[in-house]
């Protein structure tokens, strides 16, 4: 369905969409029927194909005859040429990755806020804060990505670790409404950086600094919930530091329960 959704965007990327499923076919066309399905969606009922590229969910035992044949949920995002450029797969069949998300970190395709669930502050000292949920409906066991975006204006560095005593890293604490769940924070590397004066060197970053955090939710009624992020940085430049500052971005977004199965 989510798919679907987007479909719009992935037709103007040049990106086109297939599913496959061990459901039979009458049962997919019932499904795609039902729901408006626009994309090809193939039948593998005996999960031959599931099994060669190695998916089978083997967390679903022979015995639950229901769901026994799935894959692991999951997408591989494949180039012109054939080859799987990114691939994204969770353990349990019930997770799936929000589509904003794979063509943000899989192809790498600027997304447009107006389809997310967003918000911005300004840091001072030379930083500005964005913050995107690559969605802006989660429904249960979905799994999608928070971009953290700190803007450093030029000749403005923030740190990182390791981190001397005295001074303070780049930390992010994301908390939220009862039922989502965050991973841990994905930060990118971090450049050699000097200040003047100090016989020391410091480990920062400098430009746009890009944080990435998972989230998933839990919450199965319909309703809205709420993100927190608070960001805690020190700002410098070459010849001084600012004092640690922390801003707290707020975000918005929907809750929906899962499809049903049809067929």
Do not use: W
């Not at 000292?125 to 979905?142: C, F, N, S, Y």
């Not at 020391?200 to 319909?222: H, K, L």
């Amino acid at each position: 369905m989510e798919l679907q959704d987007h479909k719009a965007e992935f037709d103007a990327a040049g990106i086109k969409l297939f599913a496959i499923s061990y459901d039979s076919v009458e049962a997919l066309g019932a499904f795609a029927g039902h729901y408006g399905i626009e994309y090809p969606i193939l039948s593998d009922v005996d999960s031959k194909v599931i099994r060669e590229f190695g998916i089978l969910n083997t967390l679903v035992l022979p015995e639950e005859t229901e769901y026994y044949g799935i894959p692991y949920p999951g997408s591989y995002l494949v180039g012109t040429d054939g080859n799987v450029t990114a691939k994204f797969f969770n353990q349990q069949y019930q997770t799936r990755e929000t589509a904003p998300a794979m063509m943000h970190a899989g192809f790498g395709l600027p997304i447009d806020p107006s389809h997310l669930s967003h918000g911005e502050v300004s840091g001072g000292d030379g930083v500005q804060i964005r913050a995107e949920l690559m969605t802006k409906t989660l429904h249960p066991r979905q799994r999608s990505l928070i971009y953290v975006t700190l803007e450093l204006a030029e000749g403005i560095h923030v740190y990182g670790e390791p981190i001397t005593d005295g001074f303070l890293p780049t930390t992010i604490q994301a908390t939220g409404t009862e039922g989502l769940t965050f991973g841990e924070p994905q930060f990118p590397d971090t450049k050699p950086f000097t200040i003047e004066e100090i016989d020391e060197q410091f480990n920062a970053y400098d430009g746009n600094v890009e944080i990435v955090i998972p989230v998933t939710s839990a919450i199965r009624e319909v309703g809205t919930a709420e993100i927190n992020l608070k960001v805690s940085f020190q700002a410098c430049t070459d010849a001084m530091c600012y004092i640690p500052r922390t801003e707290t971005i707020s975000l918005e977004l929907s809750t929906a329960p899962n499809v049903a199965k049809v067929g």
